[in-house]
């Protein structure tokens, strides 16, 4: 099984919030070939850039959705902006009158955190502003997104993080601010699920594995159709994954009749693949964060192809 039958969500509506490039593209996409409407937030768009200043869009992202067998409508949205984001939650229960599945994806971090920096050393503004778009835009999207999405029994949040509760509970994350990030997220689908399961909903942390996205594969000299080649110098980049593999995953659990079984939980890309079946687009079914639980326990080596 390569994702979810075509046509299981094909009356479900999704926000994918922050669907700019990396996780959040794949998770769109994916939410689209298996049918659904896809509403992709961000602040990238062909008429202006973010301070990324990269030349992926939301308006590419939505195009790759319809193309993909959903429909995907682009909204530039600031999800630091309450006003923005109720406007933008106004306009779905409008157009479609009802919210499936809402995926919090917004990060943006990437140029803002510095790798083991104490937290008396890393530059404040930064610490600042990355935790204001890792949590705050997260609490903002929830708070307007909700009340819509509760209207529909059934309905899915997915709060997107960097590592699994198990393995980041023992684990310093890159520096202060950066940990803090990624575990204030594992937090938020844990009160999520305390406060949607009783009325019918499902919250779950979901983290993808080591992610070829377009910044990462940039970042190794590589491309998708070459990634491998930057195995020669670290082997463990086997364990990697596109940004559709994490989007199977999302679709996979939205589908699923019995989701709520997993309410309140940290979620991976590779553990949910072994239980729903699904691969990467290669037909590989990666699952960095069993081998990285491993490495932390046992001292595995750092070659991970066995864990393909």
């Known amino acids: ?11 479900r509506v999704a926000l994918v919030a922050g669907a700019t490039r990396g996780a959040g593209r794949g998770i769109a996409v994916e939410l689209g070939a298996a049918g659904a409407t896809v509403y992709v ?16 869009t939301i308006e590419d992202t939505a195009d790759l959705v319809t193309a993909a067998g959903g429909r995907g409508i682009a909204v530039p949205t600031d999800h630091l902006v309450p006003a923005e984001v109720a406007e933008l939650v106004a306009r779905i229960a409008d157009e479609q009158g009802r919210l499936d599945v809402l995926v919090n994806d917004i990060w943006g971090g990437e140029k803002l955190f510095e790798w083991d ?30 009340p819509l999405l509760l209207r529909t029994p059934g309905g899915l949040v997915v709060e997107m993080t960097d590592g699994t509760a198990e ?21 938020m689908a844990f009160a999520l699920g305390h406060e949607l399961g009783p009325r019918g909903a499902t919250a779950v942390a979901l983290t993808p594995g080591w ?10 000299g590589v491309t998708e159709e070459n990634w491998h080649d ?19 995953a999302v679709a996979a659990l939205a589908a699923d009749p019995e989701r709520a079984r ?4 940290s979620l991976s890309s590779g ?11 290669d037909g590989s079914r990666p699952d960095a964060w069993r081998y990285m639980v491993e490495v932390q326990d046992k001292g595995k080596p750092a070659d991970a192809t066995g864990y393909r």
């Open 211 to 220: 992610l070829r996205s377009e910044m990462m594969l940039e970042a190794f």
């Open 262 to 265: 997993w309410n309140g939980q």
């Open 167 to 187: 393995y980041n509970r023992g684990t310093y994350r890159v520096s202060f601010f950066y940990d803090i990030a990624k575990s204030a997220v594992l937090r």
């Open 271 to 281: 553990q949910l693949a072994q239980v729903y079946g699904f691969t990467d687009r």
């Open 41 to 56: 937030t961000g602040r990238s768009t062909r008429e202006r850039r973010s301070e990324y200043d990269r030349p992926e």
């Open 1 to 11: 099984m390569s994702g979810p039958s075509e046509g299981t969500l094909r009356d």
């Open 117 to 146: 920096a104490p937290v008396w050393e890393h530059d404040l503004d930064n610490g600042r502003r990355m935790l204001r778009l890792a949590i705050e835009t997260h609490a903002i999207t929830s708070h307007h997104a909700l």
């Open 230 to 248: 930057a195995e020669a110098n670290v082997p463990h980049f086997a364990i990697s994954e596109t940004p559709f593999y994490v989007g199977r």
